[in-house]
Each structure stands twice: as C-alpha cells, then as structure tokens.
C-alpha cells in the first residue's frame, strides 16, 4: 500500500448502510446477512432497518462481502499478496467471495509460514474449496514455506518524491467508487459467467402476474412481458427481495451452485367465466381472473 493510500485510509471514515439495502427498498425484505456475518455484533435493526454503530465496528468488512446487493458503504481490508500468491496472516481472514473473486484474478495458491493453519482458515479453505468443486475449478493450492518480505527504506528525499508520484496517481483515482469500494468487485456473477449461485423457482399455479417481483429486482433476473414470464438466474446476488415481496408467496430461492439456466413460462389470454372480461394467467387450466377469485374466497370467508 502507497504512503498516501495509507494516509487516506487513516482518515475518520464509518461504515455506513447504504440506500440500496433490500431492507430499504422494502419493509418486506428479510435479508440478514449483514447482521449474521458481524462477529462484533456492530449492527442492529432500527425501525427494521440495519444500522451499523460505528464505535463497535471493528472494520474487517464481513458485512460487505456477504450483503447480497453491495450496499455497505466502506473498505474491504487490504490483503497481502506477492507473485500471484496470497499470504496468510494473523488477521481476519478473507470471506468466501473475496477468496472466489482473488481466485478468477489469478490468486490461486495460499502461503503461511506458521506451524500450520489455524481453524478459522481451515473452516474458511474447505467452504471455498467445495465450492470451486462445484464451479468445475481446481482448489486452491496451499504452501508452507518461509515468506520473504521486503522492507521499503527511503531517505528523506526519496520519501517527499514518492509522495508527489503517489499524490498525482491517487488523485486521478479520487472518485468514490476506485478509493472506497467498487461494488464489482466481489460480484460473482461476472467472474463465474457460466454458473448461478442461486435458483429461483416459481409456482405458476399461484403467481398472479403483478409483476411486483420484476419491478424490484435491480439486476433483471425476473422478465415479464405479453408472452411471458422468463426467469433468468445467473445474475441473480441472492437478496431474496422477489421472494419476500411476492404477495402470493409463489417465488422461492434457494443458495445452490449449477449451471446458469433461462426458464421461459409462457402466459395466456383468457376469458374469465365469471366477469367475461380477457386476462392473462400463467396456468392453462385457469378458468377464472385474479380479481373474480379473490371476490369468491371473500365472500366465501363471510359465511
């Protein structure tokens, strides 16, 4: 890390939950993540919202590697790599998807010179190694070996100059999204763009087409048009937002590595027996509309 990376970073700078957050959008959300995965327990629900207390915050950025839609503003912990080899430390290990992202960028062997690995790696190691199984990837390559680190000496000279070379690189780079944190980058979808990491089933027999679940979904995965429903997974975070808004709960999730798929469901014009008005339903034994049910089931309720 530059001198003045490491000046920035040194900056009063707090965690923060961003607008984006499923919870945000809607109060029927019921991600948790963030909360789950912060060992500090720094986060808390405020009104249904996550707020992160900022004097408990610990900073090692497990909430956001594992919030689905990236919206934890902050830093992902700088991490120790030499000739394409991660180096094992004392810190807090990184998440399953910064492991999954470093290992799409070329990062595949891990280096510890301790007597051997503690348990909170070897937990974090086998996870992601069962994954990569599934991705069709080879696992990650471990080594014990001395690790040679190279200290940086600079005379006074040196040091005003390299901060002139540092302060010119950075200040191109000043924009929010390259020296705080680029959501991309622990987007698997776009390393892993032949697999999906979550498969969303919908029950046709309940869905009622209102299209609520499409209008949510920030990454496209729910399309519907005059033909049909298509579901296309591969893009999907996992923020379980179509599920929880769906109002007749005919949309389930489920975390589950395979092969990205397309599910087309195709609609169909109909004339309901009831109020001989067309609508569209995505069940070919439908016989009545949606508005003409539910006036049956209400006044069946009455009696």
């Given at each position: 890390m530059g001198l003045l990376d490491k000046w920035i970073e040194s900056l009063d700078y707090e965690f923060r939950i961003l607008d984006s957050c499923s919870r945000y959008q809607s109060p029927h959300s019921t991600c948790r993540n963030c909360i789950d995965s912060c060992s500090a327990d720094a986060i808390t629900f405020v009104s249904g919202k996550p707020i992160i207390n900022n004097k408990e915050c610990t900073e090692?950025?497990?909430c956001i590697a594992e919030c689905p839609v990236q919206a934890v503003e902050g830093f992902l912990p700088r991490r120790t790599i030499i000739q394409n080899q991660l180096i094992v430390t004392d810190e807090h290990p990184p998440s399953i998807k910064e492991l999954l992202a470093f290992y799409k960028k070329g990062v595949t062997i891990l280096v510890?010179?301790?007597?051997?690995l503690n348990l909170h790696w070897k937990h974090i190691l086998s996870e992601v190694n069962s994954m990569l199984e599934q991705l069709n990837e080879a696992p990650?390559?471990?080594?014990n070996k001395e690790i040679e680190r190279e200290e940086e000496l600079f005379t006074r000279r040196e040091i005003f100059s390299f901060w002139k070379k540092e302060a010119?690189?950075?200040?191109k780079q000043m924009a929010p999204a390259k020296w705080r944190f680029n959501h991309q980058d622990l987007d698997l979808a776009k390393f892993y763009p032949n697999y999906q990491f979550t498969e969303i089933m919908l029950d046709t027999s309940k869905c009622t087409i209102c299209k609520a679940c499409q209008i949510l979904c920030k990454r496209d995965c729910l399309q519907i048009n005059e033909m049909d429903f298509t579901i296309t997974t591969q893009n999907c975070s996992g923020c379980m937002i179509?599920?929880?808004?769906c109002p007749e709960k005919?949309?389930?999730t489920e975390k589950k590595i395979q092969?990205?798929?397309?599910?087309?469901?195709?609609?169909?014009?109909?004339?309901?027996?009831t109020c001989k008005n067309n609508y569209q339903t995505l069940s070919m034994h439908d016989k009545k509309c949606v508005k003409c049910k539910k006036m049956e089931a209400f006044g069946t309720f009455l009696k």
């Open positions: 090692c950025g497990d510890y010179d301790q007597e051997e990650f390559s471990i080594l010119q690189s950075t200040m179509c599920q929880d808004i005919a949309i389930t092969p990205a798929t397309k599910n087309t469901h195709p609609l169909y014009t109909k004339i309901c027996y």
